[in-house]
């Protein structure tokens, strides 16, 4: 006799049939598609795509063409297979063979250079439809029983859950936002648009995705970023809110995507102005949207990497807690809804603003503006260049000091500071309002980062670190 637990999930795999039958759809669409789309109509191929085949020393785009029609057909091919398995309880397996399709599909565009919009599009519409029917929207398998089981959600020593919808869902709009606009980008990449929207520099933005830089990368990377900000998304909204001990690989993976790629993003709004010689709106807009992300991430992996913690000292096997979740001792339940929507969110949103440190807002605006010194105080040169890469780390840092479980990275902005200080001392290429300025900024970057702003919460045994 199976158990009870046993039985709801296998009534919840038959009320969720209807995603594999999907994604058998989605895969017969894809099958089709090049058929019916086009793909190796030469009249599909816009007038930029010649100058990208040069540029880039492609094959031809009748080759890339005739790659994609292969991948397309062989991926639809493979979702038939993969959603017909899953149809039955003892295949659910196979729910991540259509997962790995969907993610290949993301990147097939871009390995392939795809020559017309629409083949490029239908594959990231579908990959990314493939990944949620696959491990979204039904239960993602693997998961250990025991850890489903439990109803727990707010982590021992913890007054909230880190995994709850309104720390993700901020995090889900601004991946989107962003997957939107990097998308653009890549479509002027791969020779799909003529034209890329810059409202502020003018043909800055087509100067840095064509630069060297750009070029030395061997696929278009503003798709990269596209692609990542896609996975971000998804990844955000897997599991519920006790995922920080359910799905500790994910929220290990979402901080993958967040933080470093975060720190990717910034590496390459530092070298715009320095390298390069200018900027690029839409990549500034991106940039700060996966800092805006910062904050609402580490908490749930600060959460999770005490789970793992915790599940050591408790003798479990952390390769299998890691991969299939678990449970832990003096977990709590939030009795609330997943997530209402009421004209109280709108109140919280207002009380969580008005809670930010008022020190660390300011210090993200004067990193903004030491970014701009070239545009508002007229600097070139060494100097110009030492405000702009200053800037972006004082602006990252303190909005990633928001995070109450981040709050002493506030004080790398102590460093920056006394570089600002010491800087017109032992570099050139500014004058002396300049200088002046660079001092000033430095000053109030010292006294500001000495605050520590309110903390709120509690967070077990990382309190004794928010100094």
Same mark, same amino acid.
């Given at each position: 006799m199976a158990s009870p637990h046993m039985q709801m999930m296998y009534m919840h795999h038959l009320q969720k049939l209807w995603v594999h039958f999907a994604v058998i759809a989605l895969g017969a669409w894809l099958v089709a598609s090049p058929a019916m789309l086009g793909y190796l109509d030469p009249g599909s191929f816009g007038p930029q795509v010649a100058r990208v085949t040069a540029e880039r020393h492609l094959p031809p785009p009748i080759e890339r063409a005739q790659m994609i029609v292969y991948s397309d057909m062989a991926a639809g091919f493979l979702m038939i297979v993969f959603g017909s398995l899953s149809l039955s309880w003892r295949m659910r397996w196979a729910q991540w063979g259509t997962c790995f399709t969907g993610i290949w599909l993301l990147f097939a565009p871009l390995l392939f250079w795809a020559p017309d919009a629409a083949s490029a599009n239908n594959d990231w519409l579908i990959g990314a439809l493939a990944i949620a029917f696959s491990i979204?929207?039904?239960?993602?398998?693997?998961?250990?029983?025991?850890?489903m089981q439990s109803?727990?959600?707010?982590?021992?020593?913890?007054?909230?859950?880190?995994?709850?919808?309104?720390?993700?869902?901020?995090?889900?709009?601004?991946?989107?936002?962003?997957?939107l606009l990097a998308r653009q980008l890549t479509a002027y990449q791969l020779g799909h648009i003529s034209e890329v929207w810059d409202?502020?520099?003018?043909?800055?933005?087509?100067?840095?995705?064509?630069?060297?830089?750009?070029?030395?990368?061997?696929?278009?990377?503003?798709?990269?970023?596209?692609?990542?900000?896609?996975?971000?998304?998804?990844s955000g909204m897997m599991g519920g809110r006790a995922r920080w001990r359910t799905m500790p690989w994910m929220v290990g993976m979402f901080g993958v995507l967040v933080i470093p790629l975060g720190a990717v993003s910034i590496f390459f709004i530092i070298i715009q102005p320095i390298v390069i010689g200018t900027w690029c709106t839409l990549c500034l807009i991106t940039a700060a949207a996966m800092v805006i992300m910062l904050?609402?991430?580490?908490?749930?992996?600060?959460?999770?990497?005490?789970?793992?913690?915790?599940?050591?000292?408790?003798?479990?096997?952390?390769?299998?807690?890691?991969?299939?979740?678990?449970?832990?001792t003096g977990a709590s339940r939030d009795p609330s809804p997943p997530l209402e929507i009421g004209g109280w969110q709108a109140a919280r949103l207002l009380q969580q603003a008005r809670a930010l440190p008022k020190a660390l807002v300011v210090s993200a605006a004067l990193g903004v503006w030491l970014m701009f010194t070239r545009i508002t105080l007229d600097s070139s040169g060494t100097l110009a260049n030492s405000d702009h %890469?200053?800037? +972006?780390?004082? &602006?990252?840092?303190?909005?990633?000091?928001? /995070?109450?479980? =981040?709050?002493?990275?506030?004080?790398?902005?102590?460093?920056?500071?006394?570089? %600002?200080?010491? +800087?017109?001392? &032992?570099?050139?290429?500014?004058?002396?309002? /300049?200088?002046? =300025?660079?001092?000033?900024?430095?000053?109030?970057?010292?006294?500001?980062?000495?605050?520590?702003?309110?903390?709120?919460?509690?967070?077990?045994?990382?309190?004794?670190f928010l100094v």
């Open positions: 979204l929207v039904p239960m993602m398998p693997g998961m250990s029983m025991e850890a109803q727990e959600d707010i982590p021992p020593g913890w007054d909230y859950s880190p995994s709850s919808w309104s720390q993700r869902l901020p995090i889900i709009g601004l991946a989107l936002f962003s997957f409202p502020f520099f003018g043909g800055g933005t087509a100067r840095i995705i064509t630069s060297n830089v750009s070029k030395a990368w061997p696929v278009a990377d503003a798709g990269l970023g596209a692609i990542s900000y896609l996975l971000e998304a998804l904050p609402y991430s580490f908490d749930e992996i600060v959460a999770m990497l005490q789970f793992l913690s915790r599940a050591r000292s408790e003798s479990q096997s952390l390769w299998h807690v890691f991969w299939r979740g678990g449970t832990v %890469l200053t800037g +972006a780390l004082v &602006f990252t840092f303190s909005i990633a000091s928001f /995070a109450e479980v =981040a709050r002493p990275l506030r004080m790398i902005n102590f460093l920056f500071g006394i570089w %600002l200080i010491a +800087a017109p001392w &032992f570099i050139g290429g500014g004058h002396w309002v /300049a200088a002046g =300025a660079d001092t000033v900024v430095g000053v109030l970057l010292l006294l500001l980062a000495v605050p520590r702003g309110q903390v709120r919460h509690h967070y077990d045994g990382w309190d004794r």
